[in-house]
């Protein structure tokens, strides 16, 4: 009895010792302010989504502050209802909407908005005396799926009187291309081509453990303790290494290969644009499309670049021309001036150039074109 009680004090002390260690290593890191959010959550809609309110450094690739708003997208907080005077716009996008590589006024939608209002005259503003408000719903890992579920749940909601869908065609076709996902929702076509949604990610081993007490209390953690985040990030970056293409590439091999577009994955976006296009139209909106630059269209080395860059440019306006949608592609574009000025537009620091996300010169250059593009044009033609 009296060694069962010296071994249960024993573990009591131990017990205690280790708590004042963790509250004191806690307490270190916010005196310090050391983070390491999560940006990133579980979402019984649309897979993941971003943590309402996180903020702090993002250095995975390029370093920039990050700030997720309350409704759970990087960006501002905005008003409930437009602004009376203002043309309010919602981009949905991927990662490069996301833009987490750079800070938030580098961005190309938030100087697409700076552009806009400061272009006289603007045809796109004529009959909104207070300019135009972005509102960015990009992010990353999304294809044109969960971008129409995020127009369904958020976007739509928030009044829009134009809607910008920002493809980035070096890898959407394939997000859309129908296969078995344990971490996100699945769109595929029935028989006579209507979209279905496929909805059994949620029962993966992952989804359920998300969902479960345990899972719920170590979001909450992750949300509350500095040294539970740091513990994630190591845990993270175990299971995902650092993509071997946007390291240094010594030999000079050139522009990694594009995702592959099936015709399954044509299908399914053309599908889906016209759902979206639908929608929007509904809600008095309306949709123009732009799609960014791949990496091997705007590689430094002009010698490397594919035969056609921009084939799927020309697919995809073959696609939205009989549904009367506008598109404003911009890779031919940020080619000629990239080339013009000798800018790389992919890349940073410590990676090889024209590898991974636009960088300063990638937004900056997309907001100048999308701002003449749409200067040029009033609101409703089609």
Not at 28 to 47: E, S
Not at 213 to 234: E, F, I, K, T, Y
């Amino acid at each position: 009895m009296n060694r069962l009680l010296a071994l249960a004090r024993l573990l009591a002390i131990n017990l205690g010792v280790m708590v004042i260690l963790l509250l004191l290593a806690e307490g270190g890191l916010w005196l310090a302010g050391i983070a390491r959010p999560a940006f990133y959550r579980y979402d019984p809609v649309r897979g993941f989504s971003h943590r309402p309110e996180a903020r702090g450094w993002w250095t995975q690739e390029g370093s920039a502050w990050v700030s997720i708003n309350r409704a759970g997208f990087r960006d501002g907080d905005h008003s409930a209802q437009p602004i009376p005077g203002v043309l309010r716009v919602a981009v949905l996008g991927d990662s490069f909407s996301e833009a987490f590589q750079v800070n938030q006024n580098q961005t190309w939608w938030q100087q697409l908005q700076n552009q806009v209002n400061g272009t006289r005259p603007c045809l796109i503003t004529a009959a909104y005396p207070k300019g135009i408000e972005l509102m960015n719903f990009g992010v990353g890992g999304y294809g044109t799926g969960q971008e129409l579920l995020t127009w369904q749940t958020n976007g739509r909601q928030n009044r829009p009187q134009l809607v910008l869908l920002a493809m980035f065609l070096g890898n959407d076709i394939d997000d859309n291309t129908p296969r078995a996902r344990d971490d996100r929702p699945v769109f595929r076509l029935d028989p006579s081509g209507k979209l279905q949604l496929d909805t059994s990610f949620r029962q993966s081993p992952a989804s359920r453990f998300r969902q479960s007490w345990p899972g719920r209390s170590l979001n909450w953690l992750v949300d509350h303790s500095r040294l539970v985040q740091l513990l994630n990030a190591a845990k993270n970056r175990a299971a995902n290494p650092a993509v071997p293409q946007i390291r240094p590439n010594k030999r000079n091999e050139g522009p990694p290969p594009a995702a592959t577009a099936s015709p399954n994955g044509w299908a399914l976006t053309s599908a889906l644009i016209k759902r979206l296009d639908q929608e929007v139209q509904a809600s008095g909106a309306q949709l123009i499309v732009i799609s960014l630059t791949s990496a091997e269209q705007v590689w430094p080395n002009r010698r490397q670049r594919p035969a056609k860059p921009f084939a799927k440019e020309q697919q995809l306006e073959a696609l939205l021309q009989p549904l009367g949608i506008i598109y404003f592609p911009l890779a031919l574009t940020l080619q000629q001036h990239a080339d013009a000025q000798g800018l790389s537009l992919h890349g940073f620091p410590g990676q090889q150039p024209g590898l991974g996300h636009w960088n300063a010169n990638g937004h900056r250059l997309a907001a100048v074109a999308l701002a003449r593009r749409l200067c040029a044009k009033p609101l409703g033609g089609r």
